[in-house]
């Protein structure tokens, strides 16, 4: 339980950062979002990927609990690559925090 409440912080810190002015400006230039987030999350991050869709992530986040949000990911593992292996991400990858 310990996992879920420590992964459940790090989303509701991510929601919060994601609903700034400096994220959001982020958000509107993937060439830059990299960078961006990883300065506002302190480098704990892993990379996810929704379909190719660059706002899905947004979304969700802004529009679902967090829960949700990790029940998502949960359900689409295959999209989630660690941080250190980004070549194994397109542009349309998002940064989020490390789940567990």
């Known amino acids: 339980m310990k996992t879920a409440t420590r992964s459940q912080s790090a989303y509701k810190t991510f929601v919060e950062q994601v609903q700034t002015?400096?994220?959001?400006q982020a958000l509107l230039k993937p060439d830059r979002i990299d960078y961006q987030l990883k300065s506002e999350l302190g480098g704990q991050l892993f990379y996810a990927?929704?379909?190719g869709d660059r706002t899905t992530l947004q979304q969700l986040?802004?529009?679902?609990n967090v829960p949700f949000v990790i029940q998502e990911l949960a359900r689409h593992?295959?999209?989630?690559w660690p941080a250190s292996r980004p070549w194994r991400c397109r542009r349309e990858c998002w940064w989020v925090p490390?789940?567990?």
């Open 21 to 24: 002015s400096q994220v959001q």
């Open 49 to 51: 990927a929704f379909g």
């Open 61 to 64: 986040l802004t529009t679902h």
């Open 77 to 80: 593992p295959a999209t989630i």
């Open 98 to 100: 490390l789940l567990g």
